[in-house]
């Protein structure tokens, strides 16, 4: 009687291949992504302030706003796997914008295919605080009526303008801006006695323009990077430096003990003083038309 005998096959290359692959690599599913998109909304209800919060970690992100009669409207294209929608109305408060399910696998290239948008009604006086993530953000702030600003960005390209008068004035508008490519135009129309800026690493750009309507005191405290300072000619400027390893270049700008003054300081309408705290990089400053 003849025996069998049986012979152990050993895995060729491949199936070592497909043997790590299984060890090193995620599930599939695990890595999947669901694009969903939602649209949510609130009509005015009264002339009451309204405080408006909005959170986005990544992605693109746009805001301005509307002539109608909401408080907001918001449009999302997310990743179900990953976050959740958030939109809640409570107690005159807004909170907008996503939260995280628990699930932090990148979003990888398809970053950009997350979006916000988001229009906030013209006639709603607005405590408006901002925070984001790593996003690329078009931020539109002109004709809001806003009480307050308070907006933070981590690792972002955004632009913030503000294009049209606040018909409201506040006491403080607040930014901090931390590995950024960060311009924020119009800073006039906002209407605010003081403006604090803090920034992390990257490039900074802040644009005076606008329509001020008293003087104010800018706060700026930039740690390694380059800052443009871009003022418009007639607006005074007092510009108090401390800085360590900071190149500084004060254009049309005059030394006076401990500080540099623009050359109509004595003559100008509004007046605004800089004080700046600067660690490593540059320092410049642009003198441009006022409706620029």
Do not use: C, H
């Amino acid at each position: 009687m003849s025996e069998t005998r049986r012979i152990p096959l050993r895995p060729g290359p491949l199936a070592g291949l497909a043997l790590l692959a299984s060890v090193l690599l995620p599930d599939a599913r695990l890595a999947a992504q669901t694009w969903r998109d939602m649209t949510a909304s609130r009509r005015i209800e009264s002339t009451e302030p309204v405080r408006v919060d909005v959170r986005y970690g990544a992605g693109r992100v746009r805001l301005s706003a509307t002539d109608d009669p909401l408080v907001y409207r918001m449009s999302l294209r997310y990743d179900a796997d990953r976050v959740e929608p958030l939109a809640e109305y409570t107690g005159r408060r807004a909170r907008l914008g996503v939260r995280s399910t628990g699930n932090r696998f990148p979003l990888g290239k398809n970053r950009d295919e997350a979006a916000l948008t988001l229009a906030l009604g013209r006639g709603v006086p607005l405590d408006l605080d901002l925070e984001f993530g790593a996003v690329r953000a078009d931020i539109d702030l002109g004709g809001l009526s806003l009480r307050s600003l308070d907006l933070s960005t981590g690792a972002s390209e955004a632009r913030i303008d503000v294009s049209e008068p606040n018909p409201r004035t506040m006491d403080r508008a607040t930014f901090e801006v931390g590995a950024a490519d960060v311009t924020l135009a119009g800073l006039g129309n906002l209407g605010a006695e003081r403006l604090d800026i803090e920034a992390g690493v990257g490039s900074v750009t802040v644009g005076l323009n606008g329509a001020w309507r008293r003087d104010a005191t800018l706060s700026i405290e930039m740690g390694l990077g380059s800052l443009e300072l871009r003022i418009p000619q007639g607006l005074g400027v007092r510009l108090r430096k401390e800085s360590f390893l900071t190149s500084f270049d004060p254009q049309e700008m005059v030394r006076r003990g401990d500080a540099w003054y623009s050359l109509d300081w004595e003559e100008a309408k509004r007046r605004v003083t800089i004080d700046l705290e600067a660690a490593f990089g540059s320092v410049t400053i642009v003198w441009m038309d006022q409706d620029r």
